[in-house]
C-alpha cells in the first residue's frame, strides 16, 4: 500500500484532478494531475473549491461495490483523500470546472461499467 504520508507530498500541489485506485498487487496507485484545458471554477466557496468526488469500494472478489458519485467543497482534497484511504475507499476528485463535466460523466459511465 503507498505510504499515506507521500501524499502530503501532493498538497503543496494545486492539482484539479485526484485519483486514488487499487491495484492488483494490494498497493494504491495515486496520481494527480491538472485540466488540459482549465475552464473557470464552479460552485466554491470561501472554504474552498467545489470537487466531484467519485468514490467506491471492492468485495472480496474485486468487484467494485457502492459505486457513488457526488460534489463537496473541500478545504483539504489530499487530506479528505487519505481518510478514505482508511477507510477502504477508492476513486476520483476533481476540481469543478466548465470543463470538467464530461471527464467525470465518462470515468463514472467506466466504473459503473465494471
Known sequence: MTEL???KELLNN???????LP???ETIHVQASE????GTKLDGSPMGDCYHIILFREDEEGALVDVD???GILTAPVEYIMRMIKEDWFGVV?????????FVNNVFAKLQEV
Open 5 to 7: 504520508t507521500e501524499l
Open 14 to 20: 494545486d492539482c484539479d484532478s485526484y485519483v486514488f
Open 23 to 25: 491495484t492488483e498487487d
Open 35 to 38: 485540466y488540459k484545458d482549465k
Open 69 to 71: 458519485k457526488f460534489e
Open 94 to 102: 476533481c476540481r469543478k470546472t466548465t470543463t470538467s463535466d464530461e
